[in-house]
């Protein structure tokens, strides 16, 4: 369920091969030539094949058509169109690509309730690593793991968009079929606010 791109931008509408042989769900992809693009997200929980994220920000989700020409992925490519962090002309670009694998990964989206009886997101399987952001704010990325805390609540907290330091944050934890929320915080469990999440 994760393959490794590598291609050269030609800056006009084309087509990469991603080898999963299903849909990715998520891709990351980096303008490896240019030091001033973004980490860019393709993410289906964001709901549109025009959304994308950054994630070495703080930025809410965004949209436009310069991405991925409001096209989904298909079982063999995805679509980049004309914006330098994705198909700048001549600049070299890495991307990685996950599609599903049931009982070792899921990608998708919940809704916060706003309560410290927070949501239960559904994965099918006891998760090992979580990476989440509310996609409706401007919030850090967040990454919790079985390792660095090994029982319930997962309250140690990394920030991929930033060089903070680990920090204790408001716990979540881990269940036999997916993970549950434990506060009413923005950042994670805001009311009504959405949330994208990569688990395995």
């Known amino acids: 369920g994760f393959s490794i791109v590598s291609y050269t931008g030609t800056g006009s509408l ?4 991603h080898g999963l042989g299903v849909a990715p769900k998520v891709i990351l992809y980096k303008n490896r030539t240019s030091g001033s693009t973004d980490w860019g ?5 964001l709901g549109s094949n025009n959304s994308y994220m950054s994630i070495n920000t703080t930025n809410a989700v965004s949209s436009s058509t310069n991405r991925f020409n409001n096209t989904a992925p298909t079982s063999s490519v995805y ?3 004309t914006h330098a962090t994705i198909n700048e002309s ?10 599903e694998k049931k009982g070792y990964s899921k990608f998708g989206s919940y809704t916060g309730n706003g309560n410290a009886d927070g949501t239960f997101v559904y994965l099918g399987f006891k998760p090992a690593f979580v ?3 509310n996609s ?3 919030n850090n990325w967040n ?3 079985n390792k660095r805390n090994t029982y319930n609540p ?3 907290n990394l920030y991929p968009n930033n060089s903070n330091a680990e920090d204790t944050a408001v716990s979540i934890d881990f269940v036999s079929n997916g993970f549950k929320l434990r506060d009413s915080a923005d950042t994670w469990n805001g009311s009504g606010n959405t949330y994208i999440y990569m688990a395995f």
């Open 41 to 45: 997200m393709y993410h289906t929980g």
């Open 90 to 99: 001549s600049s070299n670009f890495i991307a990685y690509c996950f599609a």
């Open 143 to 145: 990454m919790r793991d």
């Open 14 to 17: 084309a087509t990469v091969g």
């Open 154 to 156: 997962t309250n140690k």
């Open 79 to 81: 679509t980049i169109n």
């Open 136 to 138: 409706t704010g401007a």
């Open 131 to 133: 990476i989440f952001k």
